[in-house]
């Protein structure tokens, strides 16, 4: 089964903090994505890279940046973290060239930060 | 730019019932359009898509119809379960674009009690 795997379910951590979230994908996407998940807000896109090394902003990039040095893997650093950025992190991968012009995404289960 | 509105949640309804969530957009071009739902505590997962006008996309039950000529692509179930409770999420890409990401809306609750 194809899989898209966030390495923590649920981080707390103090503002200042440095922050990491790794995500980790076995499809060979060339694909790969951060949003941010907020109620009333519904999904809103970070950062996302479509080849190692490569990245690209989405619609709220700052406080956020990202790293891609392998194809599989694509990290999510927050540099000092703060209040406002408590939510819920998703990460998803797709297909460089969509399967019949349908850009599906596969979706991990979430990582859940908290900064006290 | 693109954008997804669909219908404000939540919705409540018996198990058994009809279920219409709403949802329509704007774009450029010719978009692909995808519902997408989120189950309690888990990632999203793709429920049903459509890449072309009048395509209809349908899974697990759930309907949605391609619609141009009035830009929406409605959420459709003839009996909802309790299962079905979870978020749903309209989303569309806009192929001719040159990046790969999706727009989504807002999420819309749907809760059905037994």
């Known amino acids: 089964d194809v899989k898209v795997t966030q390495s923590s379910r649920y981080l707390v951590k103090r503002t200042g903090e440095k922050v990491f979230l790794e995500c980790v994908q076995d499809?060979?996407?060339?694909?790969m994505f951060w949003y941010r998940q907020d109620p009333g807000l519904g999904l809103r896109l970070i950062y996302f890279?479509?080849?190692?090394?490569?990245?690209e902003k989405g619609d709220i990039p700052e406080g956020y940046s990202v790293s891609r040095e392998k194809k599989e893997r694509f990290s999510l650093i927050l540099e000092s973290a703060s209040t406002n950025q408590t939510s819920m992190y998703l990460c998803?991968?797709?297909?460089?060239?969509?399967?019949?012009?349908?850009?599906?995404?596969?979706f991990g289960a979430g990582s859940r930060l908290t900064v006290l | 730019g693109n954008s997804v509105t669909q219908m404000e949640g939540p919705v409540t309804l018996s198990e058994e019932a009809f279920l219409t969530i709403n949802c329509t957009y704007t774009a450029t071009g010719y978009p692909s359009l995808f519902w997408y739902v989120q189950y309690p505590g888990e990632g999203l997962q793709l429920l049903l898509k459509?890449?072309?006008?009048?395509d209809k996309g349908s899974n697990k039950g759930f309907e949605a119809t391609y619609r141009k000529e009035t830009t929406s692509f409605h959420l459709e179930k003839g009996s909802v379960q309790v299962s079905d409770s979870a978020v749903y999420f309209c989303a569309l890409h806009n192929s001719g674009g040159s990046n790969y990401k999706l727009t989504f809306g807002k999420g819309t609750l749907l809760t059905v009690n037994p």
């Open positions: 459509a890449t072309k006008a009048d």
């Open positions: 890279s479509y080849d190692v090394k490569m990245k």
């Open positions: 998803a991968s797709s297909l460089l060239q969509p399967l019949n012009g349908a850009n599906v995404l596969t």
């Open positions: 499809m060979d996407h060339e694909n």
